[in-house]
């Protein structure tokens, strides 16, 4: 093994900052009598539906066309990626009610957003937790 692939793995066994988790979290709240919001954490994308089938092919579509336009502009799939504002990411407490559900993303889109935030492996599920 070479001096840098010796360096890599050393780095990654003591857990360099790409995260592990790849997972994609979300905040839920109410909106109106029959309809949820949710903010993406990881992505400023906020996405409203009836329930949370719906917000998850929601928040596939916005991820599925942003990654769409890059290509047409021959530009770097989410490279001007931005996270949500900080008064809804401060909201969210790890471990408090929250619902891990799987979704599906073209194994190019995953990897794409995988890069682009850093994590070793594609993006396949969202953890959902309820605004309190």
């Given at each position: 093994?070479?001096?840098?692939?010796?360096?890599?793995?050393?780095?990654?066994?003591?857990?360099?900052?790409?995260n592990e988790s790849c997972q994609?979290?979300?905040i839920i709240a109410p909106m109106g009598a029959d309809r949820l919001q949710a903010q993406v954490l990881e992505l400023d994308i906020a996405v409203s539906g009836a329930n949370v089938d719906e917000l998850i092919a929601e928040i596939q579509h916005a991820i599925i066309v942003s990654y769409?336009?890059?290509?047409?502009?021959?530009e770097a799939p989410f490279a001007l990626i931005s996270?949500?504002?900080?008064?809804?990411?401060?909201k969210w407490t790890p471990g408090t009610q929250s619902e891990s559900k799987g979704f599906h993303l073209p194994d190019n889109v995953a990897?794409?957003?995988?890069?682009?935030?850093?994590?070793?492996?594609?993006i396949k599920t969202i953890e959902f937790e309820r605004a309190a």
């Open positions: 093994m070479t001096d840098k692939a010796m360096s890599y793995n050393q780095a990654m066994s003591k857990g360099a900052d790409m994609l979290r979300a769409d336009v890059a290509m047409e502009c021959k996270e949500a504002p900080a008064s809804v990411k401060d990897m794409a957003l995988a890069t682009a935030l850093r994590k070793r492996k594609p």
